[in-house]
């Protein structure tokens, strides 16, 4: 009982001493972003990497979830007499909640294991003593391009996602529901508000952060060579993903709760 006990107390104290110390990494981590000299060589390559690159998934995701929305909708929809709803109910559903966390949960799965891939190899082949070595800051240099990065596109391919989604779900309603695009955009116009994109759109600035700073925390704690490389990889996805479905569900909360009177 009470190896059991102690087994349990250092668990406690392990987890908060990483929750602590990644804590500092964060805070490291944006003082070197917005502090100078900035990289915006390195920036601009890693808003390529991140941003442009993601757009074709990011899409052909949205387009495919909002066309599948409304056929899965139609048919109820159409037996209530209530088609002109279909618009509101996938554009609403898209701005607050889908095109966000389909953004973040692709682009998290696939950035958050490039970052960590790429710098958890040069942990374990110790490039990263090397800038040590010659007086240069890691984070500054291989984390702060890569948060700001994330920053910065994370949002903009929301607002793609968004209007993917949405092109799609107007696409199948007129063929499968017979709503016009005039009056698919016209009764968007009187359900959706500002506060429905600035709340869907302000959470991927939030998922960006925990994608990036759990890439490179991951990637720079990794050891035992190209297995400590899959090891990481494999646990910064796990981590970002599961953060990013727990942070969507506190934030919609806030939110509501700040912006929605019910």
């Given at each position: 009982m009470s190896r059991f006990v102690s087994e349990v107390v250092n668990s406690l104290l392990n987890f908060v001493l990483g929750v602590g110390e990644v804590c500092f990494f964060l805070w490291n981590s944006i003082v070197a972003t917005v502090t100078p000299p900035y990289d915006y060589g390195l920036l601009t390559a890693q808003i390529y990497d991140i941003g442009f690159r993601s757009v074709s998934i990011v899409v052909v995701s949205a387009m495919?979830?909002?066309?599948?929305?409304?056929?899965?909708?139609?048919?109820g929809f159409a037996w209530f007499g209530a088609k002109?709803?279909?618009?509101?109910?996938?554009?609403?559903?898209?701005?607050?909640?889908?095109g966000p966390?389909?953004?973040?949960?692709?682009v998290g799965g696939r950035v958050g294991s490039g970052i960590?891939?790429?710098?958890?190899?040069?942990?374990?082949?110790?490039?990263?003593?090397?800038?040590?070595?010659?007086?240069?800051?890691?984070?500054?240099?291989l984390v702060s391009p890569r948060l700001m990065a994330c920053i910065i596109s994370f949002p903009l391919l929301a607002v793609i996602s968004n209007l993917a989604g949405i092109?799609?779900?107007?696409?199948?309603?007129?063929?499968?529901?017979?709503?016009?695009?005039?009056?698919?955009?016209?009764?968007?116009?009187?359900?959706?508000?500002?506060?429905?994109?600035?709340?869907?759109i302000s959470k991927t600035l939030f998922f960006g952060i925990i994608v990036a700073i759990t890439g490179c925390y991951v990637g720079m704690k990794a050891e035992g060579g190209t297995r400590g490389v899959g090891n990481?990889?494999?646990?910064?996805?796990?981590?970002s993903l599961f953060l990013i479905i727990l942070f969507d569900f506190i934030l919609s909360k806030i939110f509501v709760i700040a912006f929605y009177d019910f």
């Open positions: 495919a979830i909002g066309m599948v929305m409304v056929v899965q909708m139609a048919w002109g709803l279909v618009g509101p109910v996938v554009t609403l559903s898209f701005v607050r909640e889908l966390i389909i953004t973040s949960l692709l960590t891939a790429e710098i958890s190899s040069m942990k374990v082949t110790e490039q990263i003593d090397a800038i040590k070595t010659l007086g240069a800051d890691p984070i500054r240099k092109g799609g779900a107007m696409i199948i309603s007129q063929m499968e529901l017979n709503v016009k695009p005039t009056l698919f955009i016209e009764s968007i116009r009187g359900w959706v508000s500002l506060e429905d994109l600035m709340t869907g990481a990889t494999t646990k910064t996805v796990v981590i």
